[in-house]
């Protein structure tokens, strides 16, 4: 019961955490547009993540969307990491 509510709890918190990246999407150009969007579906896929546990959907909470979540963070962190060494090559 308590965990139920610990995911839904998390939900709500994540989906309000998901309007700022969501905006910089809107804002941005270039790179860090990418980068923002990266993150916002990061973001999002981690709050169905916790409403699938919410709901008492364990198996695609657990074993798609964690996955996914990490999936998905693991690539913002590449694409970091490429556009930041991008930047400084290009200042050389």
């Given at each position: 019961m308590i965990e139920g509510q610990l995911h839904l709890s998390s939900f709500i918190l994540i989906i309000i955490a998901t309007a700022i990246p969501a905006y910089l999407v809107l804002k941005l150009k270039g790179n860090l547009r990418i980068l923002a969007m990266?993150?916002?579906?990061?973001?999002?896929?981690?709050?169905?993540?916790?409403?699938?546990?919410?709901?008492?959907?364990?198996?695609?909470?657990?074993?798609?969307?964690?996955p996914a979540s990490v999936?998905?963070?693991?690539?913002?962190?590449?694409?970091?990491?490429?556009?930041?060494?991008?930047?400084?090559?290009?200042?050389?």
């Open positions: 990266l993150l916002t579906i990061f973001v999002s896929v981690h709050g169905v993540y916790h409403i699938f546990g919410a709901l008492g959907f364990e198996f695609l909470a657990d074993n798609i969307f964690e999936a998905v963070l693991i690539l913002f962190g590449l694409t970091f990491l490429s556009k930041t060494r991008t930047r400084r090559e290009i200042k050389r």
